[in-house]
């Protein structure tokens, strides 16, 4: 099979049963319109199978390296510039002119990158050849040039296809994906690289190895970078993934990748193009999401799709850092122990053997008693140590609580405040507490949301089991407060944590203490009678009541 690989050729699918040896001199031509169907490169001869794809400046195709040992597969990519629409688009013919010289430029460029980034990074295509040739237009006797590069054939599936598959991603595989990809694109800004053009279509899953590779270094999005002030009007990236600089043809950055790279989160999260999203630079994307994912994540990717550039993380590098932070707290319930049972039913049969005796006895019993907790109460009232815990307050973000003085306050990208015990050194392991900020899609009652909560806590198995399950006071607001064990496999060490939410109209308050279980103990009590029991919302000026919240 020879596939022609001239723009509009009416029939380029041949066929050659007894077909000469395909390197000869002689060559082999398309019996439709008269294109060679042996690519000559610097490198090598390569015979096109079938197209792959297509964009706006570009086709690829699926090919062969007939020089190589083992005839590997390559992928062809062949530069189609659509003169007459850049002339229709553009009057100007020196307008013309310059777009068109910008256009071969940046193909050039995407050789030049795909030589020095895939030879030093495994996940980027290497390239195997770059060149270009002339040969007569179909049916005249003008002759056109045609440019090719040549590169590594990853064999899998896009995201795209991937997605189409299976529906939509879960969280797990988002965490996955980003460890995956964030590593690719941090390698490639460190080589003064923007990819501009970050999609599921453009992230292919390699088969064998389940390896992601970056591709589409792209020609068409580095084009006319200051030549012309026409730039606005030429797709050079995809709209539904570009950043707003990218739309409004400013300066791009590194950021702007991440902010691609978020949007494309999005896309696999729900199973649907953004595109609902794009009116208001994705402002909105929670509610459109039906609150899917859990408020760390959540968070992560809010900060990445922020309008301006400066507040968005600013290397993958910090992302990687808050991925790597990131926590599923999602406890799963456990049924009684068959121990729990066994003694149950052995007070159970005592309580029934003793019963008559307790009833004769009752009189005689009581004033016993009545001695004994007297007894009892005075030596407790006697011995008993008051733990004073000196406090200071946190009055932020329509929120007030206590902490104790020998805490402190960190910085932290994905909760609303972390604070952990001075003289330790921050980190994933340090025990802290933390409050994340749950935006839901609409107002939910405190059993509806812990129904949620369960439920996802409930699909992480094995992996975390339930120690206390039960509502909670907080002022005039009640909670929901749930203590568990969770494995944490990243660390491979187990933690236990003490989560407790409230929910007010459409938020949800999550408050976490999260340690080792060895070290657990030694805070746990200081976090919830000081710090989660302070916990208050801020009411409204108009409702402050004269006297204090506290």
Not at 79 to 103: A, C, F, Q, S, T
Not at 209 to 228: N, P
Request: charged fraction near 25%.
């Amino acid at each position: 099979m020879y596939y022609c690989t001239r723009p509009h050729c009416p029939s380029p699918k041949n066929h050659f049963p007894d077909s000469p040896d395909p390197r000869t001199t002689s060559g082999i031509f398309c019996q439709a319109c008269g294109m060679p169907l042996i690519l000559r490169g610097k490198r090598g001869h390569y015979q096109t199978i079938k197209p792959v794809g297509k964009g706006g400046f570009g086709a690829t195709f699926q090919a062969i390296d007939l020089d190589s040992v083992n005839q590997r597969q390559c992928v062809i990519k062949r530069l189609n510039i659509k003169i007459d629409e850049i002339r229709e688009e553009y009057k100007n013919p020196e307008i013309v002119d310059k777009i068109v010289e910008g256009i071969k430029a940046a193909f050039e460029r995407e050789a030049q990158v795909l030589e020095v980034l895939g030879d030093k990074s495994g996940n980027i295509p290497s390239l195997y050849d770059y060149f270009s040739f002339t040969a007569p237009a179909f049916g005249q006797q003008e002759e056109l040039e045609f440019k090719y590069l040549v590169q590594q054939y990853i064999e899998g599936e896009n995201l795209s296809q991937e997605l189409r598959r299976k529906g939509h991603f879960s969280e797990t595989e988002i965490l996955n994906f980003l460890k995956q990809i964030l590593p690719i694109l941090q390698f490639i800004h460190e080589q003064n690289s923007i990819h501009r053009d970050i999609k599921p279509s453009n992230i292919v899953r390699e088969t064998a190895t389940q390896e992601l590779f970056l591709i589409d270094f792209g020609s068409v999005k580095q084009v006319v970078s200051g030549e012309t002030n026409m730039k606005k009007s030429v797709p050079f990236f995809t709209k539904v993934y570009a950043s707003p600089e990218q739309r409004s043809g400013t300066t791009v950055d590194p950021s702007s990748d991440l902010y691609s790279l978020a949007v494309t989160c999005l896309e696999l999260l729900t199973g649907t193009t953004p595109v609902d999203y794009l009116d208001n630079n994705y402002g909105n994307w929670r509610q459109q999401a039906n609150r899917i994912i859990s408020p760390s994540l959540a968070n992560i990717l809010d900060k990445m799709l922020k309008v301006n550039p400066r507040h968005r993380f600013q290397s993958a590098a910090e992302v990687m850092t808050a991925v790597n932070e990131y926590r599923i707290t999602t406890p799963r319930t456990e049924p009684t122990t068959i121990i729990d049972k066994q003694f149950k039913i052995f007070i159970d049969k005592k309580l029934k053997t003793l019963q008559p005796l307790l009833i004769k006895s009752v009189f005689l019993i009581i004033p016993i008693i009545a001695g004994v907790i007297g007894v009892n109460s005075y030596l407790q009232s006697s011995t008993k140590v008051v733990e004073v815990v000196e406090v200071v307050e946190y009055a932020k973000s329509g929120i007030k609580f206590k902490y104790p003085k020998n805490w402190q306050e960190t910085p932290a990208i994905d909760k609303l405040t972390r604070i952990i015990p001075k003289n330790m050194i921050s980190s994933s392991l340090t025990p802290e507490f933390f409050i994340t900020i749950d935006e839901l899609f609409h107002s939910e009652t405190l059993a509806d949301y812990t129904k949620f909560s369960i439920g996802q806590i409930e699909a992480l198995g094995q992996n975390a089991k339930i120690i206390k399950s039960g509502l909670i006071q907080l002022g005039e607001t009640q909670g929901h407060q749930v203590v568990y064990e969770l494995r944490d496999n990243i660390h491979k060490v187990n933690f236990q944590e003490m989560q407790v939410w409230i929910v007010n109209g459409k938020k949800a308050y999550i408050l976490t203490y999260r340690a080792e279980d060895k070290s657990y103990p030694e805070f746990a009590k200081t976090v919830e009678e000081t710090i989660i029991k302070s916990f208050r919302l801020e009411k409204p000026t108009s409702e402050k009541p004269t006297s204090p919240i506290w």
